[in-house]
């Protein structure tokens, strides 16, 4: 993996997170450890435990966290997991939870992993490489009704149902294969503009992934587990990219600032 990643919003996460009386912290996407380093830095007592579902990602952060020594666990898990990670550790409750949701710039960058549009690559998107699904395999094999809602309601792309129409043609040709065909069709189908001056196969693309990699679901989950990891006055921030983990995210503390059973006083 090329690149490196430098961490969004990290003054807000420290703000966020770093409070006093922390010790034990999950970073549910570690990354290349830009957060994870940051907040055990201002957190000299605390213990960190670093999520991803990402190998390289994990060996990137193992060097970058390689000064904490035994204060930094790193597993390889997806943070939807986290539960299952932190009873491993022999941990009962955390003091505060970061996910930092989507796709890392140094994934986006290599070409190999097929994130992007941008530049050609094999149709991969898989976060996680044991995983068996791939956008190969959903372009190539899911039905065009299947594909239209996948680029209506994970990439809300106004002409969803003429893309997927378009890629179930091609693919009868010859299979899916490259991103960069595939982009190409898109642009043809979408208009060389797109929507909102967004590159035109942003959409699909990002729809896609999504899948491949059940962002959302992950995500829900993952806000589920919180609740029980969290300690009294722990802290959960999550950093979310588009309006689809925002709607989650807002809906779920929505929910439960409503139902909390507060204790009196």
Known sequence: MTGSHQPVLLNEV??????PSVRRVVDGTVGFGGHAGALLRRLPEAELLGLDRDADALAAAAAALSEFGPRVHLQRHAFAD??????GLGWNRVDAILLDIGVSSPQIDTASRGFSFRQDGPLDM???RRQRLTASEVVNTWPEA??????REFGEEPKARLVARAVVARREERPWSRTGELAE????????HGQRGLPPATRCFQAL???VNDELGQLERALEASLDLLAP????AVIAFHSLEDRIVKQF???EALTCVCPPG
């Open 14 to 19: 420290l703000e966020h997170l770093a409070g």
């Open 82 to 87: 986290m539960a299952e990670a932190v009873h």
């Open 126 to 128: 898989r976060m996680d």
């Open 146 to 151: 299947e594909l239209a809602r996948l680029f």
């Open 185 to 192: 069709l898109i642009s043809a189908v979408v208009g060389r």
């Open 209 to 211: 992934r999504l899948a």
């Open 233 to 236: 006055g722990g802290r959960l």
């Open 253 to 255: 503390m929505r929910h």
